[in-house]
T-cell receptor, first 114, second 114 residues
């Protein structure tokens, strides 16, 4: 299995630009998670999809952030407009659902907003 | 609500010494518990998981963890540290209120001295 795939691996953009991060979950997994990791705040859950439907988006920082999952094999996290404080590593993870609930993480996208 | 506490954000051991990383959890129902490892510039990788089958769980790279219900603990150990074990380690518990979400601890950075 290829595992969770994320693209791009690195993104450098200027403040105010739109950023789109992409994720392909493991085939057959029905739940997908977007996390953000920073030194200051650690690992934070942004949003969680189950069967392509957003279940919990309480971690999304503000309206500048949006996430979609148009089908079972693809999800995007968009930031518009981006700000320097959005600089972080963004991880996507997926799980097959049901016990034992382990999540499999992608390699992450390192976002730098200048 | 679920919570996970990892005692010690940084732990330093000498090569060959015992590794002990502490994790305490709160859960109102029998938990599913996990340890993940994150090497520099990589995603989180599942190290081991507790699913109630056995209280002593063996994982990859010689790590193991013991579930102690009376102490609400799930500490991670390894008899002899290798330089390659230097990484950040996360304990996680499955949140029983909402499907497939995991609650992560703040992480412990393990440093191994030669």
């Amino acid at each position: 299995d290829a595992g969770v795939i994320q693209s791009p691996r690195h993104e450098v953009t200027e403040m105010g630009q739109e950023v789109t991060l992409r994720c392909k979950p493991i085939s057959g997994h029905n739940s997908l998670f977007w996390y953000r990791q920073t030194m200051m705040r650690g690992l934070e859950l942004l949003i969680y999809f189950n069967n392509n439907v957003p279940i919990d988006d309480s971690g999304m920082p503000e309206d500048r952030f949006s996430a979609k999952m148009p089908n079972a094999s693809f999800s995007t996290l968009k930031i518009q407009p981006s700000e320097p404080r959005d600089s972080a590593v963004y991880f996507c993870a997926s799980t097959a659902g049901g016990p034992p609930y382990e999540q499999y993480f992608g390699p992450g996208t390192r976002l730098t907003v200048t | 609500a679920q919570s996970v506490t990892q005692l010690g954000s940084h732990v330093s051991v000498s090569e060959g010494a015992l590794v002990l990383l502490r994790c305490n959890y709160s859960s109102s129902v029998p938990p599913y518990l996990f340890w993940y490892v994150q090497y520099p510039n990589q995603g989180l990788q599942l190290l081991l998981k507790y699913t109630s089958a056995a209280t002593l769980v063996k994982g990859i790279n010689g790590f193991e963890a013991e579930f102690k219900k009376s102490e609400t603990s799930f500490h991670l150990t390894k008899p002899s540290a290798h330089m390659s074990d230097a990484a950040e380690y996360f304990c996680a518990v499955r949140a029983n209120t909402a499907g497939n979400m995991l609650t992560f601890g703040g992480g412990t950075r393990l440093m191994v001295k030669p």
